[in-house]
């Protein structure tokens, strides 16, 4: 058959011979399948069973015929499983550096570092801090930035990871200072974050400078005015706790980003750019695979989006919300 292409997917070879079998040879009886595959009943009926757990086999006429799921669905399902597997094992691994202070403490260190907090110097180090901490961000991040204005090397930097975070799922909270309106570019990225489903405000005073990662990690720096003189990335759960109670005080006091033609929040209808866009696919595009590939967005994030929408109109399946949408005009 050649390469073992589902490997990836922790599928053997002979798993996947069996898969294709029934691809091939769709509903047919898996009796006899051991003298095809060259090997014992009770294998066959083995593989049988842990590829019907993993979403590639079903069963049909009361346990006589198999058929194979359709593989855009089941390797979909998959690829969500497998990504989440190694998200959890990335996170395992950066959440290890007390490692490094067992290992400095076993070579005799005289002055380790204080535990739950880490001190950076210089924007390069800052910036690849916080380029980690968003790469491996799981379900929120929270900021206040009261910049001026982002330099197109800046928006060039943080558009790939600001996109990537909101295609995952993560949800993203950004304050930024209404000074920062003013520049075009900046205000266009703001507003492409936002219709990609960013949750962003604006305030009018604020000279507060902080990032929260998933409610576990939060950077501040050293000197607001001066971030070059140096950052500080909290991992104590006391001090993140007052730095996210801090973030929701001015949360709170903060408006809706104003849309291009100078309204504020949702458009009339109440919804963002990207909810409308999720309730056009919702009410043309039959799998949510293929929704989510229509809007650039993860599966996990498409139906995210489509649970909230169920939810804003208070329906209790799709084919309710598309109703109610259209009773309301939003379609």
Not at 5 to 14: R, T
Not at 34 to 59: C, F, K, M, S, W
Not at 111 to 130: C, D, F, H, S, Y
Request: net charge neutral; with cysteine.
């Amino acid at each position: 058959m050649g390469e073992n292409e589902m490997a990836v997917f922790g599928v053997s070879d002979a798993e996947e011979e069996i898969y294709r079998h029934f691809l091939r040879n769709p509903s047919t009886a898996a009796d006899d399948l051991h003298l095809l595959l060259h090997t014992e009943p009770g294998q066959a009926r083995a593989r049988i069973e842990r590829l019907r757990e993993l979403g590639l086999l079903r069963v049909e006429d009361d346990g006589r015929r198999i058929a194979p799921e359709d593989p855009e669905t089941a390797l979909s399902r998959l690829i969500d499983l497998r990504l989440h597997a190694l998200h959890q094992e990335l996170q395992r691994v950066t959440r290890s550096r007390h490692v490094i202070d067992g290992l400095r403490a076993e070579q005799g260190a005289r002055t380790p570092p204080p535990q739950g907090i880490e001190q950076l110097e210089g924007l390069v180090q800052i910036r690849n801090r916080i380029d980690d901490l968003a790469f491996f961000a799981r379900d929120e991040i929270l900021s206040v930035e009261p910049y001026t204005r982002l330099s197109p090397e800046n928006i060039a930097r943080s558009r790939p990871l600001d996109l990537r975070c909101l295609r995952r799922g993560v949800k993203i909270r950004n304050v930024v200072s209404a000074v920062a309106l003013q520049d075009p570019p900046t205000a266009a990225y703001l507003r492409e974050l936002s219709e990609h489903g960013a949750c962003i405000r604006v305030t009018a005073d604020t000279t507060e400078r902080l990032l929260v990662y998933d409610r576990r990690a939060a950077l501040v720096p050293l000197d607001p005015r001066d971030t070059s003189r140096g950052a500080l990335l909290a991992h104590r759960s006391g001090l993140v706790s007052n730095i996210i109670a801090l973030f929701e005080r001015i949360w709170d006091q903060a408006h809706e980003l104003p849309t291009a033609d100078g309204g504020s929040g949702p458009a009339r209808d109440g919804l963002s750019a990207m909810e409308r866009r999720v309730l056009a696919a919702m009410c043309t595009v039959g799998k949510d695979e293929a929704g989510a590939r229509e809007l650039g967005v993860s599966v996990r994030t498409y139906r995210r989006h489509v649970a909230e929408l169920m939810q804003t109109l208070g329906a209790a399946s799709r084919a309710q919300a598309a109703l109610l949408a259209r009773e309301r005009g939003w379609i």
